[in-house]
């Protein structure tokens, strides 16, 4: 079995300007920069033939290249159930066709629907009993936050390893919107 999911990796330039903006959250496990992506699709824990076949699916999306925007902070979760904050993305119809595209190659190699509605993100930090006080804080700190426009000209296939000090992502296969 292999832990999967489909990204638009951040540029460096971007991430590092998204690292500058991750202090000040008492116990946040910020995200490195290698971690900083807009997930498309998270498959999940699928078998080695199955991964193989997701593969064949994820290689046969077009589309084009396109470009993206980060723009505002906010979080995931309430009050004290509060357990990650993330910079936005704006909204952009070719991203929404791309995790479309991967969410059909899910279906097609027999993975079960999303069920959650795609809401396009990067992950900053993951929180555990943060005081909403200071999450308000950051997050009002940082709600200007704006990218300068991103190329994406590809998308990639990440595998992940969950470690106690966090996820371990690499890089399996890399899809180029022609």
Known sequence: MI???AAVPIPQDIGLALVR???GLDGARWRTLDQLHVTLRFFGEVRED???DLDGEL??????PFELELQGAGAFGEGD????IWAGVVDNPALKHLAQACESAARRVG???EKRNYR???TLAYLRHADPAKVAAWIQGNNLLRSPPMAVESFGLYSSVLAKEGA???LEAEYPLR
């Open 21 to 23: 903006r991750q202090t």
């Open 81 to 84: 159930e509060i357990r990650a």
């Open 120 to 122: 396009p993100h990067v």
């Open 59 to 64: 290689s046969a999306i077009g589309g084009g």
């Open 50 to 52: 199955v991964a193989r």
């Open 168 to 170: 371990h992502y690499r």
């Open 111 to 113: 993975l079960k629907p």
């Open 3 to 5: 832990r999967l999911f």
